[in-house]
C-alpha cells in the first residue's frame, strides 16, 4: 500500500513538473508580426494557423501571429517576412517551397538566422545622422523594386535603407510601401507607381501618398 502510495506521489509530482515545463516553453515564445509580404496572386497565398487545426487564414502586412501558430507557403516565389512582437531589428524570412508546401511552426520559424537591420531614432527635433537622406523600409506588400543610381535593381525587402539617389517602382494595384525618415516620420505610398526617393524626402505632393508626414 505504502510503494502503491509512493508510486502515485512521484507520478504527480512527474506530471506537474512536465506541464510547468511545456507552459514555460509556451511562454517563451513570443509572437511574430509580419512587416513585408510577397505573394503570387493568380497562383499562392500566405496563411496560417493554430498549429495542427482550424482553418487557414491569408497572413495580411500587419498580422500579429500567435506563438502556437504554424505558417504555410506553397509558391516558391512567395515570401514573408516577420519581427519579433515589439523588436523590430532581426527579421525572419520565409520562403515557399521549390515544389509543395512548406508549414512552419513559430518556434521552428525564430530557429532560423535572423538578418539585422537598423531603423531610425531620430526625432523631428534631432534626426537621425545615420540615416540622412535615405527611407528605411518599415513595411511591405507585394513585390517592390528599388533602382540605385548606378542602374541596378534588387527587391525591397523590411528595413533597407533607400538612398535619395533611388528610384522605387510599385508593380501592382494596391500595393503598398511604408517608409520612415530620419525624423522617424513615416509615409505610405500605394501603387502602381513610380517614384524618386528624393521625391518623398522633399514632400512633393505624388497622387498615390496616404499618411504623409510633413
Request: proline share 5%.
Amino acid at each position: 500500500m505504502r510503494n502503491s502510495l509512493r508510486y502515485l506521489v512521484v507520478l504527480v509530482v512527474l506530471l506537474l513538473c512536465s506541464t510547468g515545463a511545456l507552459y514555460s516553453a509556451d511562454a517563451k515564445t513570443p509572437t511574430l508580426t509580419c512587416v513585408g509580404i510577397y505573394s503570387e496572386t493568380s497562383d499562392g497565398y500566405i496563411s496560417w494557423r493554430i498549429a495542427g487545426k482550424g482553418e487557414w487564414a491569408v497572413v495580411k502586412v500587419g498580422d500579429v501571429i500567435p506563438s502556437s501558430a504554424e505558417i504555410r507557403i506553397n509558391v516558391n516565389r512567395d515570401w514573408i517576412e516577420l519581427i519579433v512582437t515589439g523588436k523590430p531589428n532581426e527579421v525572419y524570412e520565409l520562403a515557399g517551397p521549390a515544389s509543395g508546401s512548406v508549414i512552419r511552426k513559430i518556434p521552428e520559424i525564430m530557429k532560423l538566422p535572423p538578418r539585422q537591420v537598423q531603423l531610425p531614432k531620430g526625432s523631428a527635433a534631432k534626426p537621425d545622422p545615420a540615416f540622412k537622406d535615405k527611407l528605411v523600409v518599415q513595411q511591405y506588400l507585394g513585390r517592390q523594386i528599388y533602382i540605385m543610381s548606378d542602374g541596378s535593381r534588387k527587391d525591397i525587402k523590411y528595413g533597407d535603407a533607400l538612398d535619395i539617389k533611388g528610384k522605387v517602382r510599385i508593380i501592382a494595384i494596391n500595393n503598398t510601401l511604408t517608409l520612415m525618415n530620419a525624423s522617424g516620420a513615416v509615409t505610405t505610398v500605394i501603387g502602381p507607381l513610380n517614384f524618386s526617393i528624393e521625391q518623398v524626402l522633399t514632400n512633393k505632393n505624388l497622387y498615390k501618398f496616404l499618411n504623409v508626414q510633413k
